[in-house]
């Protein structure tokens, strides 16, 4: 399925008519990239997955050139068309407008309720599908760039642990990893499990297994990685991530302390606490600035 750009005004009287008018005048205003929104088929999940792919407005013109690539990654409940729903995409519009980044890919694949890991059971293998299938499959069809140099990672909430962990544990595929308000949880409590509905062990559940298995989560984390992968191979990435001083889920606790297990291996980073909940309205207010980091980082 393809997704166009929003930008083609109707109306209830004579939308078609309308919607061809502003086509005809695309050519006088500055070009914008597009979304272009699909499925692959996964062998290692036995299923199609679906995805977006955010392109900019010179994908389509310069057919010989190469480009950078960022993976997005969505909080739980969410889906591929995150950037778009969110407002995410126009952002990234207006920042390039302005000069501020310049043209890269972004590539969003849904991640159910997966946190972008293989689950305790074996049974759902996505971070295999993710790093095996759809980087190298995406990176073929979208002309990337594929050297580490030029792939950078991000995500939020869900997605945010997801690529805190997967740059952690695989530092030799990016060049920037980044996060806003990931969910992170340091150290398990004893009740943990005991948590009903809506509550954080029912929503790891899928992942983690119910009852919660405590010992692949404490192998499985991003404070795992963070702790046993080399510190000079993480010392090559740049490191992002942000959270609200409000976190409806106490994420900002997690988010300080693995700043503070980064400082004491001599890790740099960059981490703010701002004013804000768990909610889209927080990760809008600065996502700008997650793209512009990432844009520094991977960014020819």
């Known amino acids: ?46 299923r199609p997955v679906r995805y977006c792919a955010y392109l900019p407005a010179s994908f389509d013109s310069d057919k010989a050139r190469r480009y950078p690539v960022l993976y ?35 590539l969003a694949p849904n991640g159910g309720h997966t946190f972008f890991i293989n689950s305790a ?5 996505y971070e295999d599908f993710l790093t095996k299938e759809f980087m190298p499959q995406m990176e073929k069809k979208y002309r990337i760039d594929s050297s580490p140099a030029g792939r950078g990672i991000t995500g939020v909430s869900m997605g945010g642990f997801g690529a805190l962990r997967l740059g952690f544990k695989y530092p030799q595929k990016f060049a920037a990893v980044s996060a806003q ?41 991003v404070f795992f990685y963070a702790r046993t992968t080399p510190a ?32 004491s291996r001599g890790i740099s980073s960059e981490f703010h606490i701002y004013p804000g909940q768990h909610d889209p309205q927080f990760v809008m207010r600065h996502f700008g600035e997650v793209i512009q980091f990432q844009w520094k980082a991977i960014g020819k």
Request: aromatic share 8%; net charge negative; hydrophobic share 40%.
């Open 72 to 106: 997005y990654l969505h909080g739980l409940g969410d889906n591929e068309q995150s950037l778009l729903n969110s407002g995410g995409w126009d952002l990234i519009e207006e920042l390039h407008r302005a000069g501020k980044i310049g043209d890269f890919v972004v």
């Open 121 to 125: 059971d074996g049974k759902i293998r």
């Open 232 to 263: 000079a191979q993480l010392k090559r990435m740049k490191i992002y991530f942000n959270a609200g001083n409000n976190d409806d889920y106490g994420f900002e606790q997690g988010a300080q302390q693995l700043h503070q297990l980064l400082d």
């Open 1 to 46: 399925m393809m997704t166009p750009k929003p930008g083609c005004i109707s109306s209830i009287f004579n939308g078609v008519a309308i919607c061809l008018l502003v086509l005809a005048l695309a050519p006088l205003v500055l070009a914008q990239g597009r979304a272009e929104c699909a499925t692959i088929q996964s062998t290692v999940l036995a």
């Open 181 to 221: 308000m990931p969910a992170l949880i340091a150290e398990i409590p004893r009740d943990f499990s005991a948590g009903g509905p809506g509550s954080p062990a029912s929503m790891m559940g899928d992942v983690f297994g119910s009852p919660f298995n405590r010992a692949y989560f404490e192998r499985n984390n």
